[in-house]
Structures are given as C-alpha cells and as structure tokens.
C-alpha cells in the first residue's frame, strides 16, 4: 500500500521495477527532443528526426537487451561451464 501523503519524490522513489520497461518510451522521446531542439537545423524538420532518433532508441536498446541476454544465458555456460 502506498501512502502519498508523506511521499517525498526524491527521497523515496516510486516502486516501479515490475514495469520499468515503460519508462523507456518516454526516456527516449524526452533525450530525442533536448538533443534534436540543439541540432536540428530547420525546424520544419524537427518532430519527424525526434520521432525517428526516439525510434532508434528504442530498436537499439531492444537489440543490446536481446545481444545481453545471448550473451549470458548461451555464450558463457559454453566459454565457461560450471564444475560438477
């Protein structure tokens, strides 16, 4: 049970492991807006490159999770097998 009148926001942090995975879709779309309003020449252009910089992101951290876990779960039991 949460009890939100004594939350204090930076001192006690939301429980929210059971569905941190949301969090990023709103992480890579709030860095793609701060780094493409820096470097974006033309403003016209500025919501389709935030969307396809939010995009890549996302496909990049999807994949590294997928590569970690190839890694870790069938690499190493072959480069280095627990002794019986």
């Known amino acids: ?10 001192i006690d942090p939301l429980d929210l492991h059971h569905v941190w995975f949301l969090l990023l879709l709103p992480l890579a779309l709030l860095v793609s807006i701060a780094y ?6 033309d403003m016209k252009h500025f919501w389709p490159a935030t969307l396809w910089m939010t995009a890549q992101v996302i496909v990049g951290m999807v994949a ?3 590569a970690f876990y190839v890694v870790i779960e069938w690499l190493v039991p072959i480069i280095a097998p627990t002794p019986m």
């Open 64 to 66: 590294l999770g997928f």
């Open 36 to 41: 493409k309003a820096v470097r974006v020449d």
């Open 1 to 10: 049970m949460i009890h939100l009148l004594a939350y204090r926001p930076l």
